[in-house]
């Protein structure tokens, strides 16, 4: 893990385990203190990490940080535009502006079910959303559906498939329906699922 060092008109390197980020202006609004050293906000670090960060990186930065009640989409977008030109900014900006916004994901599956759903044009999704106590990987609430997908390190296991069938008991008993898919059907049987999640969104839309 490296260090990303933000500095205003000096002349530094990056080298190994430092990364420096040069400016020639820095916003009193994009300014911190964290116990005494001076730091960029956590709008502002999204701002410069998006530069070098993939879609899926910031992404991912981008919902842990808003779950951490570090900053928020508005003042996100209000360090975009202190920085127009900043490399990374019309990704970031991307990212903010698709449908639902950007989503949580906590595995490889999910990223992958995610990329499925956007590029089908499906409804956006909430994603790990708490529902009757219990955590769905993908919710369409107005229709009522949960989308689960299980990989193998997740649901190899008795434990853990005895964990998401009870799950699966409490989501449908709150009135949901629950579709779950596996990793490989993700890989190898693609437009299977996005078929099956369109006709459970149509079912569930007509009542």
Known sequence: MGVDLTVVRRRCRSRDGLRVHRVDT?????????????VTSPARTIVDY????????????LTESYAKNLTDERRVLAATERVPTHAGVALLRSILGQ????????SGGERAMLKLIRAAGLPAP???????????????????????????????HRAAFERDHRRDIVHKNAGYEVLRFTARQL????????????????????G
Not at 50 to 61: C, D, G, I, V
Not at 128 to 151: C, K, P, S, T, Y
């Open 26 to 38: 820095l916003d009193a609004a994009d300014r911190a203190h964290r116990r005494g050293i001076p």
């Open 50 to 61: 998006a530069a070098t960060a993939s879609a899926t990186e910031l992404e991912h930065a």
């Open 99 to 106: 449908p639902g916004g950007p989503q949580r994901t906590r």
């Open 126 to 156: 909430r994603t790990n959303l708490l529902i009757a106590g219990f955590n769905a990987d993908f919710v369409w609430q107005e229709e009522r559906l949960i989308v689960e997908v299980d990989g193998y390190p997740f649901h190899g």
């Open 187 to 206: 890989d190898e049987e693609p437009l299977l699922v996005v078929a099956a999640i369109v006709r459970a969104l149509d079912r569930r839309a007509r």
